[in-house]
């Protein structure tokens, strides 16, 4: 399974941009799918979730009504919609999918994921 992030960039606060993951696994519409970042001396943080039944999306409080995660299952790509960035949203964005089919729960912590793409790095100036 590999996974190629792209689509980051330097942007201004309040700025939107779109994130994109293209997937080359079997199967990867069956697996749950997720964002996390990482900023400069901080460790790695989840940001959200898309179920493999694409209508379910999980988000931590912080992008919560300023992202968007979406899934193109015939695309094999999952994207993550930015809007309103902030200067705190700045960091290497990386996607990853879970590590079992059909997933049932939010995994938030990144050990629980078996494949991550190489990451995409994200710069919000104020």
């Known amino acids: 399974v590999q996974l190629q992030a792209s689509g980051g960039g330097l942007v201004q606060a309040g700025s939107s941009l779109r994130i994109s993951c293209a997937a080359s696994?079997?199967?990867?519409?069956?697996?749950?799918m997720a964002w996390f970042r990482q900023a400069p001396g901080k460790e790695r943080e989840f940001v959200a979730l898309?179920?493999?039944?694409?209508?379910?999306?999980y988000y931590i409080d912080s992008v919560k009504g300023r992202f968007t995660i979406s899934r193109d299952n015939g695309q094999n790509t999952v994207y993550l919609q930015m809007n309103s960035l902030k200067p705190d949203d700045t960091a290497v964005y990386y996607c990853?999918?879970?590590?079992?089919?059909?997933?049932?729960?939010?995994?938030?912590?990144?050990?629980?994921?078996?494949?991550w793409g190489q990451g995409t790095l994200v710069t919000v100036s104020s």
């Open positions: 898309i179920s493999w039944r694409p209508e379910f999306k």
């Open positions: 696994g079997v199967n990867d519409r069956d697996y749950n």
């Open positions: 990853a999918r879970d590590s079992e089919a059909f997933g049932r729960r939010v995994k938030k912590n990144s050990a629980e994921y078996a494949y």
